[in-house]
């Protein structure tokens, strides 16, 4: 079976409607940085603990995906898919929501954000380094720009907050984050030609199940938490876990991989304005500008890294 990640449909209308998919699962992807944040609360007002937030909304995910499989009598992975799998499995139902729950609680959605923005090159670059594709010294170049930035943002933002200049351990968590979902996007990745892009990210949660499903309930809440709290736990798990790849991956079968992707771009913002009324965080001048030159540092390497000759 073909991806159809892949290939871009040539019917009347198809290229604009690939477009809109594409920018609807940007929307809900930004979302999940505030929404994450309002489910587990900050570290002077803590909600659900980020461990239980990890595995109830995979549990979630899990639940609605073993339903999608079975109405469409989806095949099972043979044994050269399992392990790409079990490799997203850690990244993405893991270690990015884990890592990214934990440090939400320190730093505001609008600063993960900038960090989060290095995610496109972090995955093109895992690739290059897992896939065996060799992508051109610019690329590297401007991922080395992108990270550098990303770090001189931290510094500032430490210092800002009187620790001097030194990063947050927060950071450390946001670039643990970005490393575990570049590392399970391409695993997806790797299996995706074959088994499909939604049934890939439905098995990867059904996979999960045996883990998530007992470890939701030993993390279970002991005291009451506000509905706010569950109800973005449940975005976090229907949509950021399991829907939104269904719009992301279709809009760029429809729209063509490399135009649709470009819509990535606008997630680091996306995020921040949905950071304003669900958290009441305001926009952040400095966010703003770091947020914009690591997104053109990802730019500008993704067109390097596209480029005729950019891989061998």
Same mark, same amino acid.
């Given at each position: 079976?073909?991806? =159809?990640?892949?290939?871009?449909?040539?019917?009347?209308?198809?290229?604009?409607?690939?477009?809109?998919?594409?920018?609807?699962?940007?929307?809900?992807?930004?979302?999940?940085?505030?929404?994450?944040?309002?489910?587990?609360?900050?570290?002077?007002?803590?909600?659900?603990?980020?461990?239980?937030?990890?595995?109830?909304? !995979?549990?979630?995910?899990?639940?609605?995906?073993?339903?999608?499989?079975?109405?469409?009598?989806?095949?099972?992975?043979?044994?050269?898919?399992?392990?790409?799998?079990?490799?997203?499995? !850690?990244?993405?139902?893991?270690?990015?929501?884990?890592?990214?729950?934990?440090?939400?609680?320190?730093?505001?959605?609008?600063?993960?954000?900038? $960090?989060?923005?290095?995610?496109?090159?972090?995955?093109?670059?895992?690739?290059?380094?897992?896939?065996?594709?060799?992508?051109?010294?610019?690329?590297?170049?401007?991922?080395?720009? =992108?990270?550098?930035?990303?770090?001189?943002?931290?510094?500032?933002? !430490?210092?800002?907050?009187?620790?001097?200049?030194?990063?947050?351990?927060?950071?450390?968590?946001?670039?643990?984050? $970005?490393?575990?979902?570049?590392? =399970?996007?391409?695993?997806?990745?790797?299996?995706?030609?074959?088994?499909?892009?939604?049934?890939?990210?439905?098995?990867?949660? $059904?996979?999960?199940?045996?883990?998530?499903?007992?470890?939701?309930?030993?993390?279970?809440?002991?005291?009451?938490?506000?509905?706010?709290?569950?109800?973005?736990?449940?975005?976090?798990?229907?949509?950021?876990?399991?829907?939104?790849?269904?719009?992301?991956?279709?809009?760029?079968?429809?729209?063509?991989?490399?135009?649709?992707?470009?819509?990535?771009?606008?997630?680091?913002?996306?995020?921040?304005?949905?950071?304003?009324?669900?958290?009441?965080?305001?926009?952040?001048?400095? !966010?703003?500008?770091?947020?914009?030159?690591?997104?053109?540092?990802?730019?500008?390497?993704?067109?390097?890294?596209?480029?005729?000759?950019?891989?061998?």
């Amino acid at each position: 079976m073909t991806s =159809g990640a892949t290939l871009a449909s040539n019917r009347p209308g198809d290229a604009a409607l690939g477009l809109w998919l594409g920018l609807l699962g940007v929307v809900v992807f930004a979302l999940t940085l505030p929404m994450t944040r309002l489910a587990t609360g900050t570290a002077e007002a803590p909600r659900l603990s980020p461990w239980f937030v990890t595995w109830a909304r !995979a549990a979630l995910a899990g639940g609605l995906a073993a339903v999608y499989l079975l109405l469409t009598r989806s095949r099972r992975p043979d044994r050269t898919e399992r392990g790409p799998l079990l490799l997203s499995l !850690a990244g993405n139902v893991i270690g990015y929501p884990l890592l990214l729950g934990w440090a939400l609680r320190h730093v505001t959605a609008s600063h993960a954000a900038v $960090v989060t923005a290095l995610l496109p090159l972090a995955t093109a670059a895992m690739a290059a380094w897992l896939m065996h594709q060799r992508a051109r010294l610019g690329f590297w170049l401007f991922a080395g720009l =992108g990270s550098a930035l990303v770090v001189i943002y931290s510094l500032i933002r !430490a210092a800002q907050d009187g620790q001097g200049f030194r990063p947050e351990w927060a950071d450390a968590l946001l670039v643990g984050a $970005v490393l575990a979902a570049a590392l =399970g996007y391409v695993g997806g990745a790797r299996v995706t030609p074959s088994l499909g892009a939604e049934r890939a990210i439905s098995w990867v949660c $059904v996979m999960a199940l045996p883990l998530t499903v007992p470890a939701t309930f030993l993390t279970w809440p002991d005291r009451p938490v506000e509905l706010s709290a569950w109800l973005a736990l449940a975005y976090v798990g229907v949509f950021s876990m399991w829907a939104g790849f269904f719009a992301w991956f279709r809009g760029l079968a429809l729209g063509g991989a490399l135009r649709v992707s470009q819509t990535q771009l606008l997630q680091p913002f996306v995020s921040m304005l949905a950071a304003v009324p669900l958290l009441g965080e305001s926009l952040d001048a400095l !966010a703003l500008v770091f947020a914009l030159a690591v997104v053109a540092s990802v730019f500008l390497g993704r067109r390097l890294a596209s480029m005729p000759g950019g891989q061998r």
